[in-house]
């Protein structure tokens, strides 16, 4: 799965920043940047943070939206705070058949770009965060659903996504091993030159497939990972900008995970 994530400014703006255009990247932070939680250092989805994200019908310039789909059905906050935990993720396979997924799957798909992000590995009792990110640490886009949703009662609009997930590479499986989950996850980590082919558009009949193909595991071979502080808890330190330092971990050094 991936509710724990790292996501500065800069990342974000990786996409807008391909046109090198100066003044337009200036009115993106002047106006959209107050009304994110960036930097995020880290953040769990379980506290929805706000960030940019880059959809469909605005393919080169961010929007701010909230971590956590909220499906267009939905007919008030109550069922909103009663659903929304639940949609921090959609799993890949399934997102043309759920009911809160499928409609965004169909027609409003998103790239949230991230430097990184954390899974919780499991050993002996006891869950030990990794940090998650491109050998070359560059950032990279994650595939995501969006929508957005209006409450009647106050005519406010909320906008909202989730990250698509798929099976987990060997490196991954090997990390996100938590024995309550049937399998290991990680979310859809999609290479530049498919970036376009999330977001396209495509006929009712092809869509299916077409985006089907795009749920493969990121190759291992491109990523690293390290052991970090605490993120749940007493210990936690919370978002700071060493919250992705690495930390040695005694009791894993029994453990060869790589």
């Known amino acids: 799965m991936c509710y724990d994530i790292k996501a500065q400014l ?29 930097p995020i250092y880290h953040s769990s989805g379980f506290k929805h943070p706000k960030l940019l994200i880059y959809t469909n019908e605005s393919p080169q310039t961010p929007i701010v ?27 890949g396979e399934t997102i043309f058949e759920k009911p809160s997924f499928r409609a965004s799957a169909k027609n409003k798909r998103c790239l949230i770009f991230v430097d990184g992000f954390y899974e919780h590995h499991h050993f002996k009792g006891e869950t030990y965060p990794h940090y998650i990110y491109r050998k070359d640490g560059e950032p990279f886009a994650m595939a995501g659903l969006w929508g957005e949703w209006t409450d009647k009662e106050t005519g406010e609009v909320l906008n909202t996504f989730s990250i698509v997930t798929t ?20 979310p859809v980590i ?35 990972s390290h052991t970090v502080d605490k993120l749940r808890g007493k210990a936690y330190k919370g978002n700071i900008e060493e919250i992705d330092d690495k930390v040695i971990y005694p009791e894993l050094q029994q453990q060869e995970l790589f």
Not at 167 to 173: G, I, K, L, T, V
């Open 65 to 91: 939206s909230q971590w956590g789909l909220v499906p267009h059905w939905v007919k008030d906050k109550k069922q909103l705070y009663g659903l929304w935990n639940k949609t921090l993720n959609a799993r």
């Open 190 to 224: 999609l290479p530049e030159e498919l970036e376009d082919k999330w977001l396209e558009e495509y006929d009712d009949e092809l869509i299916k497939e077409a985006i089907q193909v795009l749920l493969e595991p990121y190759p291992e071979e491109g990523m690293t």
């Open 10 to 38: 800069e990342s974000q703006l990786k996409r807008a920043m391909r046109d090198f255009d100066e003044h337009a990247i200036e009115e993106i932070k002047e106006k959209l940047l107050r009304h994110t939680d960036l």
């Open 167 to 186: 099976e987990a590479n060997p490196m991954m499986a090997k990390i996100h091993n938590n024995p309550k989950l049937p399998e290991p996850r990680m």
